[in-house]
Protein backbone atom coordinates (compact mmCIF):
# COMPACT_ATOMS: atom_id res chain seq x y z
CA UNK A 1 0.00 0.00 0.00
CA UNK A 2 0.68 3.82 -0.85
CA UNK A 3 -0.57 5.75 1.85
CA UNK A 4 1.01 9.12 2.39
CA UNK A 5 1.58 10.25 6.55
CA UNK A 6 -0.11 13.23 7.57
CA UNK A 7 3.30 14.67 8.37
CA UNK A 8 4.39 14.10 4.75
CA UNK A 9 1.28 15.98 3.63
CA UNK A 10 1.28 18.34 5.67
CA UNK A 11 5.23 19.21 4.78
CA UNK A 12 4.49 19.08 0.89
CA UNK A 13 1.30 20.94 0.89
CA UNK A 14 2.95 24.60 0.49
CA UNK A 15 5.13 23.17 -1.81
CA UNK A 16 1.73 22.55 -4.16
CA UNK A 17 -0.22 25.34 -3.46
CA UNK A 18 2.70 27.41 -4.45
CA UNK A 19 3.84 25.28 -7.63
CA UNK A 20 -0.60 25.45 -8.73
CA UNK A 21 -0.45 29.24 -8.36
CA UNK A 22 2.16 29.63 -10.98
CA UNK A 23 0.55 26.55 -13.06
CA UNK A 24 3.10 24.46 -12.21
CA UNK A 25 2.67 20.76 -12.21
CA UNK A 26 5.24 18.92 -9.62
CA UNK A 27 5.55 15.45 -9.70
CA UNK A 28 6.88 13.62 -7.28
CA UNK A 29 9.35 11.05 -7.63
CA UNK A 30 11.96 8.27 -6.47
CA UNK A 31 13.14 7.36 -3.12
CA UNK A 32 10.36 8.81 -0.65
CA UNK A 33 7.52 6.65 -2.72
CA UNK A 34 10.16 3.58 -2.52
CA UNK A 35 10.47 4.13 1.64
CA UNK A 36 6.39 4.37 2.03
CA UNK A 37 6.16 1.26 -0.07
CA UNK A 38 8.56 -0.66 2.26
CA UNK A 39 6.99 0.78 5.15
CA UNK A 40 10.83 2.65 5.96
CA UNK A 41 10.78 6.14 7.72
CA UNK A 42 13.31 8.26 7.62
CA UNK A 43 13.86 11.13 10.58
CA UNK A 44 14.22 14.07 8.61
CA UNK A 45 12.30 13.05 5.43
CA UNK A 46 13.41 14.28 1.87
CA UNK A 47 11.44 14.47 -1.21
CA UNK A 48 12.76 14.84 -5.04
CA UNK A 49 10.40 16.97 -7.11
CA UNK A 50 10.37 17.54 -10.98
CA UNK A 51 8.73 20.30 -13.47
CA UNK A 52 9.04 20.32 -16.86
CA UNK A 53 11.30 23.79 -17.29
CA UNK A 54 11.77 26.41 -14.47
CA UNK A 55 13.04 24.47 -11.77
CA UNK A 56 15.93 26.95 -10.29
CA UNK A 57 13.32 29.79 -10.45
CA UNK A 58 10.76 28.51 -8.87
CA UNK A 59 12.85 26.42 -6.39
CA UNK A 60 14.11 30.13 -5.01
CA UNK A 61 10.94 32.08 -5.52
CA UNK A 62 9.49 28.68 -3.04
CA UNK A 63 12.77 28.83 -0.48
CA UNK A 64 12.26 32.66 -0.33
CA UNK A 65 7.79 31.98 0.45
CA UNK A 66 8.88 29.23 2.75
CA UNK A 67 11.73 30.83 4.57
CA UNK A 68 13.95 28.20 3.74
CA UNK A 69 17.88 27.78 2.61
CA UNK A 70 18.10 27.20 -0.93
CA UNK A 71 21.48 25.77 -2.78
CA UNK A 72 21.54 25.41 -6.42
CA UNK A 73 22.83 21.64 -7.14
CA UNK A 74 23.66 21.56 -10.76
CA UNK A 75 22.89 24.88 -13.12
CA UNK A 76 23.10 23.09 -16.33
CA UNK A 77 20.71 20.62 -15.64
CA UNK A 78 18.11 22.96 -13.23
CA UNK A 79 18.81 20.79 -9.71
CA UNK A 80 18.67 22.78 -6.75
CA UNK A 81 17.64 22.05 -3.16
CA UNK A 82 15.08 23.46 -0.25
CA UNK A 83 16.16 22.70 3.37
CA UNK A 84 13.43 23.66 5.82
CA UNK A 85 13.56 23.39 9.70
CA UNK A 86 10.56 22.87 11.45
CA UNK A 87 11.35 22.32 15.18
CA UNK A 88 13.92 19.35 15.35
CA UNK A 89 12.95 17.97 11.67
CA UNK A 90 14.89 18.91 8.82
CA UNK A 91 12.97 18.81 5.69
CA UNK A 92 14.97 18.77 2.34
CA UNK A 93 13.06 19.35 -1.09
CA UNK A 94 14.95 18.49 -4.46
CA UNK A 95 13.59 19.94 -7.58
CA UNK A 96 14.59 19.24 -10.65
CA UNK A 97 13.75 20.03 -14.21
CA UNK A 98 12.72 17.28 -16.53
CA UNK A 99 16.07 15.41 -18.16
CA UNK A 100 13.24 14.61 -21.33
CA UNK A 101 9.59 14.72 -22.04
CA UNK A 102 6.88 13.75 -21.01
CA UNK A 103 7.68 12.38 -17.38
CA UNK A 104 7.61 8.57 -18.46
CA UNK A 105 10.73 9.70 -20.48
CA UNK A 106 12.36 11.40 -17.84
CA UNK A 107 12.10 8.46 -15.42
CA UNK A 108 13.99 6.28 -17.51
CA UNK A 109 17.13 8.99 -16.69
CA UNK A 110 16.53 7.79 -13.08
CA UNK A 111 19.50 5.71 -11.44
CA UNK A 112 17.53 2.70 -10.58
CA UNK A 113 14.21 1.16 -11.16
CA UNK A 114 13.27 1.42 -7.48
CA UNK A 115 13.70 4.86 -7.67
CA UNK A 116 11.60 5.61 -11.17
CA UNK A 117 8.66 5.72 -9.74
CA UNK A 118 6.30 8.84 -9.59
CA UNK A 119 3.10 10.60 -8.95
CA UNK A 120 1.55 13.81 -9.65
CA UNK A 121 2.24 15.98 -6.36
CA UNK A 122 -1.64 17.19 -6.08
CA UNK A 123 -2.01 12.93 -5.92
CA UNK A 124 -0.95 12.45 -2.66
CA UNK A 125 -3.44 15.01 0.02
CA UNK A 126 -5.80 11.58 0.71
CA UNK A 127 -6.35 8.99 2.64
CA UNK A 128 -6.99 6.79 0.07
CA UNK A 129 -4.00 4.01 -1.28
CA UNK A 130 -2.40 5.39 -4.16
CA UNK A 131 -0.17 2.16 -5.31
CA UNK A 132 -2.33 2.00 -8.45
CA UNK A 133 -2.05 5.92 -9.51
CA UNK A 134 1.57 5.64 -9.58
CA UNK A 135 3.70 5.92 -12.38
CA UNK A 136 5.56 2.97 -12.97
CA UNK A 137 6.75 2.61 -16.01
CA UNK A 138 10.11 0.38 -15.32
CA UNK A 139 8.87 -2.14 -13.15
CA UNK A 140 10.08 -0.53 -9.85
CA UNK A 141 6.97 -1.80 -7.61
CA UNK A 142 7.88 -5.52 -8.84
CA UNK A 143 11.85 -4.67 -7.88
CA UNK A 144 10.91 -3.75 -4.64
CA UNK A 145 8.87 -7.03 -3.99
CA UNK A 146 11.74 -8.83 -5.28
CA UNK A 147 14.71 -6.56 -3.43
CA UNK A 148 16.74 -6.39 -6.35
CA UNK A 149 18.55 -3.15 -7.53
CA UNK A 150 18.66 -2.41 -11.32
CA UNK A 151 19.69 0.26 -13.72
CA UNK A 152 16.74 1.81 -15.27
CA UNK A 153 18.44 2.77 -18.51
CA UNK A 154 22.54 1.01 -19.88
CA UNK A 155 23.15 4.83 -19.90
CA UNK A 156 22.90 5.54 -16.14
CA UNK A 157 26.42 5.35 -14.65
CA UNK A 158 27.98 7.14 -18.36
CA UNK A 159 24.96 9.57 -17.11
CA UNK A 160 26.04 9.63 -13.70
CA UNK A 161 29.42 7.86 -12.26
CA UNK A 162 28.32 8.11 -8.52
CA UNK A 163 25.59 5.77 -9.23
CA UNK A 164 28.14 3.22 -9.00
CA UNK A 165 28.56 3.98 -5.38
CA UNK A 166 24.65 4.88 -5.05
CA UNK A 167 23.86 1.17 -6.24
CA UNK A 168 25.93 -0.39 -3.12
CA UNK A 169 25.22 2.30 -0.71
CA UNK A 170 21.24 1.31 -1.42
CA UNK A 171 22.32 -2.32 -1.47
CA UNK A 172 23.82 -2.15 2.12
CA UNK A 173 20.90 0.50 3.60
CA UNK A 174 18.14 -1.60 2.51
CA UNK A 175 19.68 -4.97 2.40
CA UNK A 176 18.90 -5.73 -1.84
CA UNK A 177 20.59 -7.22 -3.65
CA UNK A 178 22.57 -6.19 -7.31
CA UNK A 179 21.53 -7.35 -10.84
CA UNK A 180 23.91 -8.88 -12.77
CA UNK A 181 24.25 -6.68 -15.46
CA UNK A 182 24.63 -3.31 -12.68
CA UNK A 183 27.36 -5.20 -11.51
CA UNK A 184 28.65 -6.03 -14.75
CA UNK A 185 27.98 -2.15 -15.98
CA UNK A 186 29.46 -1.16 -12.78
CA UNK A 187 33.18 -2.93 -13.63
CA UNK A 188 33.55 -1.66 -17.10
CA UNK A 189 32.30 2.06 -16.02
CA UNK A 190 34.65 2.28 -12.48
CA UNK A 191 37.07 4.31 -14.06
CA UNK A 192 34.71 7.23 -14.23
CA UNK A 193 34.52 8.08 -10.86
CA UNK A 194 37.72 9.19 -10.78
CA UNK A 195 36.09 12.62 -12.23
CA UNK A 196 33.36 12.51 -9.61
CA UNK A 197 34.09 15.28 -6.79
CA UNK A 198 35.39 14.00 -3.44
CA UNK A 199 32.47 15.52 -1.37
CA UNK A 200 29.68 13.04 -3.26
CA UNK A 201 32.26 10.20 -3.26
CA UNK A 202 32.21 10.89 0.66
CA UNK A 203 28.86 11.20 1.11
CA UNK A 204 28.22 7.69 -0.66
CA UNK A 205 31.27 6.22 1.58
CA UNK A 206 29.87 7.44 4.80
CA UNK A 207 26.09 5.86 3.99
CA UNK A 208 28.17 2.23 3.79
CA UNK A 209 29.66 3.05 6.92
CA UNK A 210 26.48 4.09 8.83
CA UNK A 211 25.05 0.46 7.78
CA UNK A 212 25.85 -3.04 9.67
CA UNK A 213 26.94 -4.66 6.29
CA UNK A 214 29.72 -1.97 5.20
CA UNK A 215 31.99 -5.13 5.32
CA UNK A 216 29.78 -6.43 2.34
CA UNK A 217 30.00 -3.51 0.43
CA UNK A 218 34.01 -2.94 1.16
CA UNK A 219 34.18 -6.65 -0.34
CA UNK A 220 32.21 -5.76 -3.44
CA UNK A 221 33.77 -2.92 -4.28
CA UNK A 222 37.28 -4.93 -3.29
CA UNK A 223 36.29 -7.76 -5.76
CA UNK A 224 35.53 -5.02 -8.59
CA UNK A 225 38.81 -3.08 -7.94
CA UNK A 226 36.29 0.12 -7.48
CA UNK A 227 38.02 1.30 -3.90
CA UNK A 228 41.55 2.00 -5.66
CA UNK A 229 39.73 3.93 -7.66
CA UNK A 230 38.00 5.98 -4.78
CA UNK A 231 41.21 5.48 -2.51
CA UNK A 232 44.62 5.13 -4.50
CA UNK A 233 46.16 4.65 -1.34
CA UNK A 234 44.90 1.45 -0.83
CA UNK A 235 46.01 -0.74 -3.99
CA UNK A 236 50.07 -0.36 -2.53
CA UNK A 237 48.44 -2.34 1.05
CA UNK A 238 47.39 -5.49 -1.39
CA UNK A 239 49.70 -8.27 -1.98
CA UNK A 240 52.22 -7.34 1.17
CA UNK A 241 52.55 -10.14 3.80
CA UNK A 242 53.00 -9.19 7.89
CA UNK A 243 54.67 -12.09 9.05
CA UNK A 244 53.66 -14.92 11.45
CA UNK A 245 51.55 -12.95 13.67
CA UNK A 246 49.17 -12.30 11.26
CA UNK A 247 47.42 -14.91 8.61
CA UNK A 248 46.14 -12.48 5.97
CA UNK A 249 48.23 -9.59 3.79
CA UNK A 250 47.58 -5.87 5.11
CA UNK A 251 44.53 -5.61 2.48
CA UNK A 252 42.70 -8.75 3.45
CA UNK A 253 43.57 -7.70 7.11
CA UNK A 254 42.22 -4.02 6.82
CA UNK A 255 38.88 -5.72 5.39
CA UNK A 256 38.51 -8.56 8.12
CA UNK A 257 39.27 -5.82 10.74
CA UNK A 258 36.27 -4.05 9.60
CA UNK A 259 34.41 -7.49 9.75
CA UNK A 260 35.00 -7.73 13.34
CA UNK A 261 34.35 -4.12 14.33
CA UNK A 262 30.77 -4.46 12.95
CA UNK A 263 30.84 -7.77 15.03
CA UNK A 264 32.17 -5.98 18.51
CA UNK A 265 29.37 -3.03 17.25
CA UNK A 266 26.77 -5.82 18.11
CA UNK A 267 28.23 -7.03 20.96
CA UNK A 268 29.19 -4.27 23.14
CA UNK A 269 26.70 -1.40 21.12
CA UNK A 270 23.80 -3.05 23.49
CA UNK A 271 25.63 -1.13 26.53
CA UNK A 272 24.01 2.25 26.43
CA UNK A 273 26.76 4.47 27.33
CA UNK A 274 28.64 2.97 23.96
CA UNK A 275 25.65 3.08 21.83
CA UNK A 276 25.40 6.59 22.81
CA UNK A 277 29.03 7.38 22.30
CA UNK A 278 28.73 5.30 18.34
CA UNK A 279 25.71 7.43 17.71
CA UNK A 280 27.02 10.88 18.15
CA UNK A 281 27.05 13.28 15.55
CA UNK A 282 29.77 14.46 14.82
CA UNK A 283 29.37 16.61 11.52
CA UNK A 284 26.92 16.45 8.49
CA UNK A 285 25.10 14.07 9.80
CA UNK A 286 27.88 11.64 10.04
CA UNK A 287 27.72 9.68 13.09
CA UNK A 288 31.29 8.70 15.13
CA UNK A 289 30.46 4.72 14.17
CA UNK A 290 30.81 5.57 10.43
CA UNK A 291 33.90 7.54 10.88
CA UNK A 292 35.21 4.86 13.02
CA UNK A 293 34.56 2.04 10.29
CA UNK A 294 36.96 4.51 8.47
CA UNK A 295 39.92 4.55 10.74
CA UNK A 296 39.59 0.82 10.63
CA UNK A 297 40.11 1.00 6.76
CA UNK A 298 42.87 3.65 7.05
CA UNK A 299 44.38 2.07 10.19
CA UNK A 300 47.33 0.45 8.63
CA UNK A 301 47.64 2.34 5.36
CA UNK A 302 51.05 3.40 6.14
CA UNK A 303 52.12 -0.77 6.32
CA UNK A 304 53.76 -0.20 2.46
CA UNK A 305 55.97 2.80 3.06
CA UNK A 306 56.74 1.60 6.34
CA UNK A 307 57.89 -2.17 5.35
CA UNK A 308 61.55 -3.35 6.31
CA UNK A 309 62.89 -6.74 5.77
CA UNK A 310 65.32 -6.68 9.01
CA UNK A 311 66.81 -10.26 9.31
CA UNK A 312 64.62 -12.10 6.70
CA UNK A 313 61.57 -10.39 9.08
CA UNK A 314 59.22 -8.24 8.23
CA UNK A 315 58.73 -5.10 10.12
CA UNK A 316 56.70 -1.67 9.64
CA UNK A 317 58.06 0.31 12.33
CA UNK A 318 56.71 3.59 12.58
CA UNK A 319 53.70 2.85 10.14
CA UNK A 320 51.29 4.31 12.56
CA UNK A 321 53.16 7.68 11.98
CA UNK A 322 53.28 7.25 8.30
CA UNK A 323 49.74 5.97 8.61
CA UNK A 324 49.24 9.43 10.22
CA UNK A 325 50.18 11.27 7.48
CA UNK A 326 48.12 9.51 4.31
CA UNK A 327 45.27 9.62 6.57
CA UNK A 328 45.37 13.48 7.13
CA UNK A 329 45.83 13.82 2.92
CA UNK A 330 42.79 11.40 2.27
CA UNK A 331 40.19 12.96 5.30
CA UNK A 332 41.44 16.58 3.67
CA UNK A 333 40.56 15.29 -0.24
CA UNK A 334 37.25 14.30 0.81
CA UNK A 335 36.53 17.53 2.75
CA UNK A 336 35.72 16.54 6.00
CA UNK A 337 35.67 18.86 8.72
CA UNK A 338 38.45 19.54 11.19
CA UNK A 339 37.36 16.85 13.98
CA UNK A 340 36.18 14.39 11.73
CA UNK A 341 40.29 14.70 10.36
CA UNK A 342 41.83 15.44 13.98
CA UNK A 343 39.64 12.10 15.03
CA UNK A 344 40.54 9.44 12.04
CA UNK A 345 44.74 10.76 12.64
CA UNK A 346 44.34 10.12 16.16
CA UNK A 347 42.73 6.35 16.16
CA UNK A 348 45.11 5.88 13.51
CA UNK A 349 47.96 7.33 15.29
CA UNK A 350 47.36 5.75 18.82
CA UNK A 351 45.76 2.33 17.46
CA UNK A 352 48.57 0.14 18.72
CA UNK A 353 48.73 1.94 22.22
CA UNK A 354 45.92 -0.73 23.79
CA UNK A 355 47.63 -3.60 22.63
CA UNK A 356 51.42 -2.04 24.07
CA UNK A 357 49.55 -1.80 27.53
CA UNK A 358 48.07 -5.46 27.04
CA UNK A 359 51.41 -6.68 27.09
CA UNK A 360 52.95 -5.29 30.28
CA UNK A 361 52.82 -7.03 33.06
CA UNK A 362 51.16 -4.56 35.29
CA UNK A 363 48.90 -1.54 33.36
CA UNK A 364 49.86 1.17 36.11
CA UNK A 365 47.92 4.10 36.85
CA UNK A 366 50.89 6.06 34.80
CA UNK A 367 50.34 4.59 32.20
CA UNK A 368 46.28 4.11 32.21
CA UNK A 369 46.67 8.02 32.74
CA UNK A 370 48.77 8.51 29.69
CA UNK A 371 45.90 6.53 27.59
CA UNK A 372 43.35 8.55 28.40
CA UNK A 373 45.40 11.61 27.66
CA UNK A 374 46.20 11.35 24.40
CA UNK A 375 44.09 9.87 23.06
CA UNK A 376 40.99 12.44 24.50
CA UNK A 377 37.72 11.91 22.84
CA UNK A 378 38.26 8.96 20.92
CA UNK A 379 39.55 7.17 23.81
CA UNK A 380 37.03 4.60 23.51
CA UNK A 381 37.08 4.43 19.54
CA UNK A 382 40.85 3.21 19.82
CA UNK A 383 39.83 0.57 22.21
CA UNK A 384 37.14 -1.31 20.00
CA UNK A 385 39.36 -0.94 16.85
CA UNK A 386 42.00 -2.27 18.92
CA UNK A 387 39.67 -5.33 19.91
CA UNK A 388 38.71 -5.99 16.43
CA UNK A 389 42.54 -5.39 15.31
CA UNK A 390 43.35 -8.24 17.53
CA UNK A 391 40.15 -10.32 16.66
CA UNK A 392 41.15 -9.94 12.47
CA UNK A 393 44.92 -11.32 13.57
CA UNK A 394 45.06 -14.91 13.83
CA UNK A 395 48.64 -15.77 12.57
CA UNK A 396 50.85 -18.91 14.08
CA UNK A 397 52.74 -16.52 16.88
CA UNK A 398 49.30 -15.35 17.96
CA UNK A 399 48.67 -17.02 21.10
CA UNK A 400 45.19 -17.73 22.84
CA UNK A 401 46.66 -16.04 26.12
CA UNK A 402 47.39 -12.92 24.21
CA UNK A 403 43.67 -12.57 23.05
CA UNK A 404 42.72 -12.97 26.17
CA UNK A 405 44.90 -10.81 27.77
CA UNK A 406 43.96 -7.88 25.06
CA UNK A 407 40.15 -8.63 25.42
CA UNK A 408 41.02 -7.86 29.62
CA UNK A 409 43.08 -4.88 29.14
CA UNK A 410 40.26 -3.55 26.76
CA UNK A 411 37.12 -4.09 29.10
CA UNK A 412 39.28 -2.53 31.89
CA UNK A 413 40.03 0.48 30.15
CA UNK A 414 36.67 1.24 28.82
CA UNK A 415 34.99 0.53 32.13
CA UNK A 416 37.86 2.97 33.78
CA UNK A 417 36.71 5.40 30.61
CA UNK A 418 33.07 5.88 32.04
CA UNK A 419 33.69 5.36 35.31
CA UNK A 420 36.08 8.88 34.86
CA UNK A 421 33.07 10.47 33.10
CA UNK A 422 30.74 9.95 35.81
CA UNK A 423 33.32 11.47 38.08
CA UNK A 424 36.07 13.81 36.86
CA UNK A 425 38.78 14.83 39.26
CA UNK A 426 38.53 19.02 39.99
CA UNK A 427 41.86 20.16 39.54
CA UNK A 428 43.29 21.21 42.71
CA UNK A 429 45.54 24.16 41.31
CA UNK A 430 44.66 26.00 38.31
CA UNK A 431 46.38 28.68 35.94
CA UNK A 432 45.84 31.53 37.85
CA UNK A 433 47.05 29.72 41.07
CA UNK A 434 50.47 28.90 39.45
CA UNK A 435 51.19 32.45 37.67
CA UNK A 436 50.44 33.77 41.44
CA UNK A 437 52.26 31.95 43.27
CA UNK A 438 55.29 31.87 41.50
CA UNK A 439 55.02 35.62 39.89
CA UNK A 440 54.71 33.72 36.62
CA UNK A 441 53.36 35.62 33.11
CA UNK A 442 50.92 33.84 30.78
CA UNK A 443 53.33 31.52 28.88
CA UNK A 444 53.59 27.90 27.69
CA UNK A 445 55.31 26.74 31.09
CA UNK A 446 52.10 27.54 32.92
CA UNK A 447 50.33 24.90 31.08
CA UNK A 448 53.53 22.39 31.37
CA UNK A 449 52.99 22.75 35.13
CA UNK A 450 49.44 21.70 34.82
CA UNK A 451 49.65 19.26 32.92
CA UNK A 452 51.88 17.32 35.29
CA UNK A 453 50.55 18.07 38.07
CA UNK A 454 46.91 16.65 36.29
CA UNK A 455 48.68 13.17 35.96
CA UNK A 456 50.71 13.20 39.44
CA UNK A 457 46.92 13.67 40.63
CA UNK A 458 45.46 11.15 38.59
CA UNK A 459 48.01 8.20 39.70
CA UNK A 460 47.83 9.23 43.45
CA UNK A 461 51.04 11.29 44.02
CA UNK A 462 49.22 14.63 45.24
CA UNK A 463 45.92 15.27 46.96
CA UNK A 464 45.95 18.71 48.37
CA UNK A 465 47.09 22.12 47.22
CA UNK A 466 50.42 21.98 49.37
CA UNK A 467 50.95 19.49 47.64
CA UNK A 468 50.56 20.49 44.26
CA UNK A 469 52.71 23.40 45.41
CA UNK A 470 55.57 21.78 46.06
CA UNK A 471 55.49 19.78 42.85
CA UNK A 472 54.92 22.61 40.67
CA UNK A 473 57.57 24.09 42.07
CA UNK A 474 60.04 21.24 41.47
CA UNK A 475 58.67 21.27 37.64
CA UNK A 476 59.12 24.48 37.47
CA UNK A 477 62.81 24.29 38.81
CA UNK A 478 63.58 21.30 36.23
CA UNK A 479 61.82 23.65 33.32
CA UNK A 480 63.97 26.68 33.35
Known amino acids: MLIFPKEYQDALRPVHDFARLRRKKLYLVGGILRDLLIHRRKENPDFDLCVKSGALRLGKLLADKMKAAFVVLDKQHGACRIIKRSGAKIYTFDLTDFRAKPIEEDLKHRDFTINSLAIPLGDVFTKADLTQKLIDQYSGKADLKKKIIRLTGRQSFVEDPLRILRAFSFSSILGFRLHADLVKSARVNKRKLAKVSAERVRDELFKVFDTPLAYQA ?33 WQHTLETVKQLEIVFKQLGKKENIRAYLDQAISGGRRRMALLKFA ?38 LKLSNEECYSLERIVLWHLRPGYLADCRTLTKKARFRYFRDTGSDALAVLLLSLADQRATKGPLTTALSRINHEKTAAKLIAELFKKKAKKAVPLLNGHDIMRKFSLGSSPLVGKVLSELEELQAIGRIRSKEQAFKAARQVIANKK
Open 218 to 250: LSAWDKLKIIDVILPEIKPMRGIGQGPYHHLDV
Open 296 to 333: ALLHDVGKPKALRHVKKKIIFHGHERVGLGLTRLISRR
